[in-house]
Nanobody, 119 residues
Framework: QVQLVESGGGLVQAGGSLRLSCAAS????????MGWYRQATGKQRELVVA???????NYADSVKGRFTISRDNAKNTVYLQMNSLKPEDTAVYYC?????????????WGQGTQVTVSS
């Protein structure tokens, strides 16, 4: 079983920065594909960034040039660095990982972390 624990959310002023973390624990061999999604109040969950082990990374147009996804394999942790934050970035952010396990590829979601950007 795999668990993802997110941290790093909070309240920040417009123009500020936050770094979200998504730490994976449990029984798995490696983190393969990784991604971050967000859901604002009253809106559908949307993709922020998706990155594959093949090196393909796609950012939503709204965050290009401001957000960066990265990983630390030694810590089994994925990060989302968010710079130049805007009020419209306010949402609950979720990490989504595809992991290699004894049972094959398995997907997992984090519990979500609130990001609030004040104007």
């Amino acid at each position: 079983q795999v668990q993802l624990v997110e941290s790093g959310g909070g309240l920040v002023q417009a123009g500020g920065s936050l770094r979200l973390s998504c730490a994976a624990s449990g029984s798995f061999f490696s983190i393969n594909n990784m991604g971050w999604y967000r859901q604002a109040t009253g809106k559908q969950r949307e993709l922020v960034v998706a990155s594959t082990t093949g090196g393909s990374t796609n950012y939503a147009d709204s965050v290009k040039g401001r957000f960066t996804i990265s990983r630390d394999n030694a810590k089994n942790t994925v990060y989302l660095q968010m710079n130049s934050l805007k009020p419209e970035d306010t949402a609950v952010y979720y990490c989504n990982l595809i992991l290699s396990t004894s049972w094959g590829q398995r997907g997992a979601w984090g519990q979500g972390t609130q990001v609030t950007v004040s104007s």
